[in-house]
């Protein structure tokens, strides 16, 4: 009886709609892998449930389109914990690209257009967008192209770490560009590109170059 108990509240608490597991697979016959991924054939569902129960581990079907199905025994709570984990810890990796926002005027002085132009760096450097919006007041309206040449500047103030989406853009008292992270390269493959070529490597390459051509001409 308490053997029994134990198979009936293992295969509840672990029952999920993405994968048929124990008394879930009804097929005729399915091809049984092992735990540690040893092939031990085709069989009907009965004898490899039963193979599971006496291995006290989960039939599940992991490949449910195969002729005949795959089914693999595996301890599926154990499965899904790791699984979980793994998921977990991708989200925790995955970087969310967001749009910052840097906001002036077109009368801002330098300290502040450099304290903005570092915020935006920053943003840039974390690998976000940014949007470097200028808003025009009252008779400012009459000067936009102010704005478009501080917009243009602060764009060209971080051509090293971004690339400029659009030009500049009027909307209603806003003027806006978006700016874009620049790929970070490779260090190992900015390191061959910056590192100079000694005499030897260069006869050597001339020489494996005269080879080809000479090969190319007798053919």
Known sequence: ????????WRCFSISNPAH?????????????VGETGEQLGIMSAAQALQMAEEAELDLVKISPTATPPVCKLMDYGKF?????????EARKNQHVVEIKEIRMSPGIDVADFNVK?????????EGNRVKVTVRFRGREMAHTEIGRDLLIKFAEQCAEVANREKDPKLDGRHMSIFLAPKAKEDPKKAKAKAKPQTAPEAADEAAEESKRKGETENA
Do not use: P, S
């Open 1 to 8: 009886m308490g053997i029994r108990y134990h198979i009936v």
């Open 20 to 32: 048929q597991i124990n008394e879930e697979i009804r097929d005729k016959e399915v091809r049984l």
């Open 80 to 88: 899904r914990f790791e699984q979980a984990k793994r998921d977990k």
């Open 117 to 125: 132009l570092r915020n935006a760096q920053k943003f840039l450097a």
